[in-house]
């Protein structure tokens, strides 16, 4: 009995380490990789738009921006 005492005791500590979970990893853990992935993808497609676009479509677009925020600025400020 006194060998099986000591091979028991000689396990709890390596089963009770084993049995202790680890803390999950935050859920947040990844989003420092997302955004800086996410800027380059935004920097290069940005710059690809603006090498691609012809200069009358960027006038038309920069047209509709401002059209969209004449209607959402009195919109917004409404709730004031």
């Not at 800086?36 to 603006?50: E, P």
């Not at 009358?56 to 969209?68: A, E, P, T």
């Amino acid at each position: 009995m006194n060998s099986q005492a000591a091979k028991s005791a000689k396990g709890a500590p390596a089963a009770a380490a084993a049995a202790t979970p680890k803390p999950a990893p935050s859920a947040y853990s990844y989003l420092p990789h997302l955004h800086r992935h996410s800027t380059v993808a935004l920097r290069t497609l940005c710059a690809t738009c603006l090498d691609a676009t012809p200069s009358c479509r960027k006038l038309i677009d920069h047209f509709l921006v401002f059209f969209v925020l004449t209607g959402v600025v009195p919109f917004v400020y409404s709730f004031r």
